[in-house]
DNA sequence: AGCGTCATGTAAGGAGTTACATGATTTT
DNA sequence: AAAATCATGTAACTCCTTACATGACGCT
């Protein structure tokens, strides 16, 4: 079974949720760890339940302006994910073209170049203060009763976003130092 | 014109390769930020081609077992090259499972997700090392005499993997600190 | 009436993965 | 003689990206 079916069960093991729902959490949550689209959501869903691992709960009509399929994972879903958790899975990819184009930093004009690089430092630094906002929006959520609840583990994955731009925010300021005047 | 040929041109603006030499630095230099296959490599080398973006340089029979074919950037493909690295393009993807897979450590018995972590921890610190390796076996080759050299380029590449690599690590210790008996 | 957002989906095409095919040379 | 490595490629399949299509509801 391919990783967007996981990616799916890991948001639908917390609450039902619509298609939409998925793509939004998508973007907010998941956002630059992994990138799906309406295209692999819905049918991604349907093979799901087609397999058992998701049922729907029901087309709500009435609250919701257009109908609104909300999926429920199963028990089996639930099992599969978390076989899958605990199962060895192989090293991850940066795929990222600034890492790319600093290897042909020595070929072109350093003034061109440090306004693409400003230009995504700010970026990143845009990713940060979500990254931020959000963790600070989360912490006070969390279950103290419990060694591990679904926020905190959400906590440990926006915490590795933090840590991740503020290294690349680093390196960008360590790049234009270096094509600066000195 | 798409990513993976200027992957290509990236490496062929420093020296003449073969399609085999550039799988060969893929795993090694370019490594963990942008993998490329054989399938993907001898089709896009006939593109730029035909393009004009390279061309060979001549298929050595002699002094190479097999034959080997060596291609050489053309002057279209350097300007090309050139005004892809300073425009503006979007922002990368991470693409790790372990990263998804943390939002499910709630989930999962603890002790079963540890060895996983530390599995992946010892995996990425086996890439630090490596990192660390070249790092310093190329630090005595860059040219003092220029600001930028591609030397330089590639140590400012490494040093954003070995940054990323100890963010890395420190990650896993924590999680596994928040697993373990506390 | 028109625009924005909610909500579900399809189409087309390029990118990426895993595996296989072929054949020469070098090492054990 | 067999196995490993060098070297070029193809095949099949899945994934991913960008864009489009459809329609209801809500606001101005």
Not at 117 to 125: D, L, N, R, S, T
Not at 162 to 172: A, F, G, P, R, S
Request: aromatic share 8%; proline share 4%; hydrophobic share 40%.
């Amino acid at each position: 079974m391919s990783a967007i079916r996981y990616v799916l069960l890991t948001l639908l093991v917390r609450e039902p949720l619509s298609g939409y729902d998925i793509k939004q959490q998508m973007n907010s949550r998941i956002g630059p760890f992994w990138k799906v689209g309406s295209n692999q959501i819905y049918p991604t869903l349907s093979k799901l339940r087609a397999d058992g691992y998701v049922k729907l709960q029901g087309v709500k009509l009435h609250e919701y302006r257009p109908a609104r399929k909300l999926y429920e994972i199963t028990e089996q879903g639930r099992e599969a994910l978390k076989q899958w958790t605990v199962e060895s899975g192989g090293l991850g990819t940066i795929r990222d073209e600034l890492l790319l184009k600093a290897y042909n930093l020595w070929l072109v004009d350093p003034a061109k170049m440090i306004v693409r690089v400003e230009e995504i430092k700010k970026q990143h630094e845009g990713i940060l203060a979500d990254y931020l906002a959000k963790v600070e929006e989360l912490k006070p959520l969390r279950d103290s009763r419990l060694k591990m609840d679904p926020i905190s583990s959400s906590v440990a994955v926006v915490e590795f976003g933090i840590q991740y731009e503020k290294l690349y925010i680093d390196w960008c300021n360590r790049l234009l130092a270096g094509m600066g005047d000195d």
